[in-house]
């Protein structure tokens, strides 16, 4: 199957939950992290359950803080 992150193709194997996906791009703190899926804020408590799919587009946003 194949998905877009910030508008680069991806192959994945199998269908993977949004969480699982996230665990596998190895981010340091997923608290800082806001995804947006076919265009609609994907829930942070669904992201366990939200089985992605063959073109589905991510946007993945990271918050960085600063002063």
């Not at 996906?21 to 981010?27: K, R, V």
Request: glycine residues 14%.
């Amino acid at each position: 199957m194949e998905i877009i992150i910030n508008g680069e193709k991806r192959a994945l194997t199998g269908s993977p939950t949004l969480a699982e996906l996230l665990a596998e791009l190895g981010l340091p703190d997923p608290r800082r992290v806001a995804v947006e899926r076919n265009g609609a804020l994907a829930p942070r408590d669904q992201w366990g359950e939200l089985r992605l799919a063959d073109g589905d587009q991510l946007e993945i946003v990271h918050f960085v803080g600063g002063g």
